[in-house]
């Protein structure tokens, strides 16, 4: 069975820290892994990994893949009180039929 | 681009009622679309894959019957929870994917709440 797993669960920081939420995952026939942030709606797309060991950046967030190890991380670095939100890990497979199964989140708190 | 509106936000009915949930890719053809279901504090659970022109693929557990789906156009899919019961209450996400290549971008969501 497919299984996809977060870490931490929850953060607390400091406006300025730099964080890393990590997403390790077991699918069949992997096909992509998606970061999405969830605030009080649905969640918005952050990143799209399909390849190993390429870096994906936009503004202070940034995320890898490492199909070695099946884990995902994801970098906010100065972090801001905006920042506070679900961050979720999803991976495909191309079993799956384009379905997502998604991580339980890591619920992040940036304080000012 | 990529924009998904979900319609309506927020619902209160009372027990016994059909209600309608529609999903619509604004700017881009959405060959499949995908509904999922949360409850407070979880994570999102896959509900059903909805094909263009085909009938859905529901997940183990989740109940035709009760959750039809129709995706009668590239754009648009609907969601009827038939005679919703307070048990039914919760936030559903469509979410939508144009080309092979594309993320899954998700709605607003709607809340439903059954009294």
């Known amino acids: 069975e497919d299984k996809v797993v977060q870490s931490p669960l929850s953060l607390v920081v400091h406006e300025g820290d730099t964080v890393t939420l990590n997403c390790s995952y077991e699918?069949?026939?992997?096909?992509?892994l998606l970061w999405y942030k969830q605030e009080k709606k649905a969640p918005t797309f952050l990143f799209m990994l399909?390849?190993?060991?390429i870096e994906k950046k936009s503004g202070r967030l940034s995320s890898i893949l490492d199909k070695k190890e099946l884990s995902s991380i994801l970098n906010i670095t100065a972090t801001q009180t905006g920042d506070s939100a679900i961050y979720l890990c999803?991976?495909?497979?191309?079993?799956?039929?384009?379905?997502?199964?998604f991580g339980k989140g890591t619920s992040l708190l940036v304080t000012p | 681009g990529a924009v998904v509106s979900q319609h309506p936000s927020w619902v209160i009915c009372k027990s016994g009622t059909s209600v309608k949930i529609e999903c619509r890719s604004l700017?881009?053809?959405?060959?499949?679309m995908f509904w999922y279901r949360q409850f407070p504090k979880q994570s999102l659970m896959l509900m059903a894959t909805?094909?263009?022109?085909?009938?859905?693929?529901?997940e183990q557990g989740v109940e035709k019957d009760k959750f039809l789906i129709n995706h009668a156009s590239l754009t648009l899919s609907t969601l009827t929870v038939t005679s919703a019961h307070p048990e039914d209450s919760s936030f559903y996400i469509c979410?939508?994917?144009?080309?092979?290549?594309?993320?899954?971008?998700f709605g607003d969501g709607t809340r439903l709440s059954i009294l």
């Open positions: 979410s939508a994917r144009g080309r092979e290549s594309q993320p899954q971008h």
């Open positions: 699918v069949t026939n992997f096909r992509s």
């Open positions: 399909t390849s190993s060991g």
């Open positions: 999803a991976v495909e497979g191309l079993d799956s039929g384009y379905a997502l199964n």
């Open positions: 700017d881009f053809q959405a060959t499949t």
């Open positions: 909805s094909n263009e022109g085909s009938k859905a693929t529901y």
